[in-house]
């Protein structure tokens, strides 16, 4: 005995109703990063390497003394490059030009302001950010399916009463996709020579950064089934 498939499509007897639910809404941002990226350069390596410990060094106590306002602190790329000279016999390396970069991961912002300000103030480094996100397991991408699905229920049923019917059962929901919050982040940071006294006397004022909020959206699709009509 062979079991018949159900129609794909629903029958006259179990019409289907596919319909799409939707949330959107805003919320504040959960994390705060930024990133760094500090440089040297120098005629022999060893010169170079040194300075560039250093000002890395001088990076890293400063994000440090934050204290638990920094959830995440991480060193990413290294690079030490030799730079050739453009013109003569053989090839010859004219100076040393080092870089690493640094990210951190905040989520009291109140201390953004006056950090991102001191560390684009430190020599040859560029602060770049932030960039405003919520935390992966926040519970307001949970809302937001909860709110599409919600949507989805609703349709169904206001396509179901122009029809003077109601639902009959849930046959299928699928997500469809959504959108990753990434607001688009400020970028700053200067290169700033090796500072004189006189330079060190004036002290550049902190930078006032507002959280932007995170527009937040889930998309589903959903088939039913419904009582029969009568039309």
């Known amino acids: 005995m062979t079991s018949q498939a159900a129609a794909p499509y629903g029958t006259p007897d179990a019409p289907l109703l596919v319909v799409r639910g939707e949330a959107e809404f805003e919320v504040e941002p959960e994390v705060a990063r ?9 005629r022999d390596r060893r010169s170079t390497l040194d300075d560039l410990t250093r000002r890395n060094a001088a990076v890293l106590d400063l994000v440090k003394s934050c204290g638990d306002a920094v959830e995440e602190l991480s060193t990413g790329a290294f690079s030490i490059t030799p730079e050739l000279t453009e013109h003569g016999r053989g090839e010859r390396v004219r100076s040393y030009q080092g870089r690493v970069h640094l990210g951190a991961e905040f989520a009291d912002f109140t201390v953004l302001g006056e950090l991102t300000t001191r560390l684009a103030d430190l020599e040859l480094t560029r602060v770049d950010g932030p960039w405003w996100s919520l935390r992966p397991g926040s519970p307001v991408h949970a809302e937001a399916r909860r709110r599409a699905v919600a949507d989805a229920v609703q349709r169904a049923r206001e396509y179901a009463e122009a029809l003077g019917t109601s639902i009959a059962a849930l046959v299928e929901l699928a997500d469809t996709g959504a959108e990753r919050p990434r607001p688009a982040g400020a970028a700053f940071g ?28 889930a998309q589903i699709s959903a088939q039913f089934t419904l009582v029969p009509p009568r039309l």
């Open 190 to 217: 200067r290169s700033v020579r090796r500072m004189s006294m006189a330079d060190t006397a004036e002290v550049a004022e902190p930078l006032d950064l507002e959280p932007s909020r995170l527009r937040v959206t």
């Open 34 to 42: 930024i990133g760094v990226t500090v440089s040297a350069r120098g």
